[in-house]
């Protein structure tokens, strides 16, 4: 079974500059897309950036972007000049490719970001 | 353009209850994913529906249950609560893509419900 693993509960930034959350997953699959989501204290998840595993380029989103190591099984979020606005829980997600694995989001725990102005 | 609405936004039960969370997914989607996300904890998947039927079940039991509608909105009823049931329920949508890969979810501003 698929698995995801958040190993930092809470970091904490400051205004303007730049942190990265960690996220380490374990599939046997070769095949599979990894997400960031952001889900702030209003509690809406919105999804921030989505990398599909067959791509080698990192995805970028704007002040967002990922260092996706395959070999490694890890997907790591950048975030830079930071905002106060990007405090929020951030929670990384796998989704398989094949069969049953296409349906569900597997997310890891959570880590919550602060914020400092 | 709309995106993922859910209601109601809270709820209080009391044990043994029913309860029925509602769902209208973002325009053109036609897959809803439903979601238990227990406090300081990542989202659990319960089910998804798409064309009115359950795709998949994840590891709940049977006192949660769905459906969908020919519109695609859904809905999500839990019989017999138990405080451990107290959480918020996130519904997400999603269009059914090619080879029947459910696309990227997104998530609406779920339903907190707390059983006493």
């Known amino acids: 079974a698929q698995t995801v693993t958040q190993s930092q509960p809470e970091m904490s930034v400051q205004e303007a500059e730049t942190v990265t959350l960690s996220c380490t997953y374990d599939?046997?699959?070769?095949?599979?897309?990894l997400f960031w989501y952001k889900q702030p204290p209003s509690r809406q998840m919105i999804l921030v950036i989505r990398q599909e595993a067959y791509k080698q380029q990192n995805a970028t989103e704007n002040r967002f972007s990922v260092n996706f190591q395959k070999a490694a099984k890890s997907f790591s979020l950048k975030i830079s000049d930071s905002q106060l606005g990007d405090a929020a829980m951030y929670f990384c997600?796998?989704?398989?490719?094949?069969?049953?694995?296409?349906?569900?989001?597997?997310f890891g725990t959570g880590t919550l970001l602060a914020v400092q102005p | 353009d709309a995106g993922v609405t859910q209601s109601p936004t809270h709820l209080i039960k009391t044990r043994g209850q029913q309860v029925t969370l509602r769902c209208s997914p973002k325009?053109?989607?036609?897959?809803v994913s439903w979601y238990q996300q227990a406090l300081g904890q990542g989202p659990q998947f319960i089910f998804q529906?798409?064309?009115?039927?359950?795709?998949q079940r994840g590891n709940f039991p049977d006192r949660f249950s769905g459906h969908q509608f020919p519109n695609y909105s859904s809905e999500l009823n839990v019989n017999a609560l138990l405080l451990g049931d107290s959480a918020l329920y996130l519904c997400?949508?999603?269009?059914?893509?090619?080879?029947?890969?459910?696309?990227?979810?997104?998530f609406g501003p779920g339903t907190r419900l707390l059983v006493l």
């Open positions: 997600a796998y989704r398989g490719v094949y069969g049953g694995a296409t349906n569900k989001l597997i």
């Open positions: 325009s053109g989607h036609d897959t």
């Open positions: 529906y798409y064309e009115e039927e359950e795709r």
């Open positions: 997400a949508s999603s269009q059914l893509g090619q080879g029947g890969q459910a696309e990227t979810q997104y």
């Open positions: 599939t046997s699959e070769s095949d599979y897309y």
